[in-house]
């Protein structure tokens, strides 16, 4: 079993809709990491969450740690928030753990 | 200046040639990283460097020989490569301990 699993894989959503995507992960974590990566490759961390929920415009990020998951929602989703979304969770000796991504495709 | 820089951004060689990869930060960071990504798939960890030594090494080929000259200044050195190690390399920074990463844009290798 991957320790971090993502869903949905695909995601495509016509522009405006919100969007959610989960995250679950098995290990003790000290923080969770949200990251955009689009086509070109380059990474744009979004949030860095031990707790609770955070928000930057249109994108919210919400943590349980008892329930070991996490979620990244995008409200007003538009077409230039395609990308790749990937979930990373920070292990208790600081390894990186890559989930394997969620691509989400907006279209207009 | 929030920005991780990587140089150059393409970069195609011949298996015997030798290259190097650059990564710059100016955010007083000190874990550095170098990541390797195929099509499609997650970044895979290489190396992590912390207060400028190798801390991580993810038995990565001694054909792939990293280097942190000083706490700005991470680069990977490139020797005798195989067409499978064409991939994106990405660098990262991170303050030491559970920080924000920065990556940066990446290198995309080709390797004829």
């Known amino acids: 079993k991957n320790e971090v699993e993502q869903s949905p894989q695909n995601l495509t959503a016509q522009e405006g809709e919100f969007i959610t995507i989960n995250c679950s992960y098995s290990v003790g974590i000290s923080a969770l990491h949200w990251l955009q990566q689009h086509p070109g490759g380059g990474i744009v961390s979004l949030f860095m969450?031990?707790?609770g929920k955070k928000k930057h415009g249109r994108l919210i990020a919400t943590i349980n740690i008892q329930e070991k998951h996490s979620s990244l929602h995008i409200t007003a989703s538009h077409p230039r928030d395609s990308a790749v979304y990937i979930c990373?969770?920070?292990?208790?000796?600081?390894?990186?753990?890559f989930g394997k991504g969620t691509k989400l495709s907006v279209k207009p | 200046d929030t920005e991780v820089t990587q140089t150059p951004k393409h970069l195609v060689m011949g298996m015997t040639n030798k290259k190097s990869l650059k990564c710059e930060q100016h955010m007083g960071h000190r874990a550095m990283y170098w990541y390797k990504q195929k099509a499609k798939k997650p970044p895979e960890l290489m190396f992590v460097y912390s207060y400028e030594k190798l801390s991580i090494n993810e038995s990565v080929p001694s054909r792939f020989s990293p280097e942190c000259p000083n706490s700005s200044l991470l680069n990977l050195h490139l020797h005798a490569l195989q067409p499978e190690d064409s991939a994106l390399y990405l660098c990262?920074?991170?303050?030491f301990g559970p920080g924000e990463l920065f990556f940066g844009e990446g290198s995309r290798l080709t390797v004829l």
């Open positions: 990262a920074s991170s303050q």
């Open positions: 990373v969770p920070r292990g208790s000796q600081g390894n990186l753990i």
């Open positions: 969450l031990s707790s």
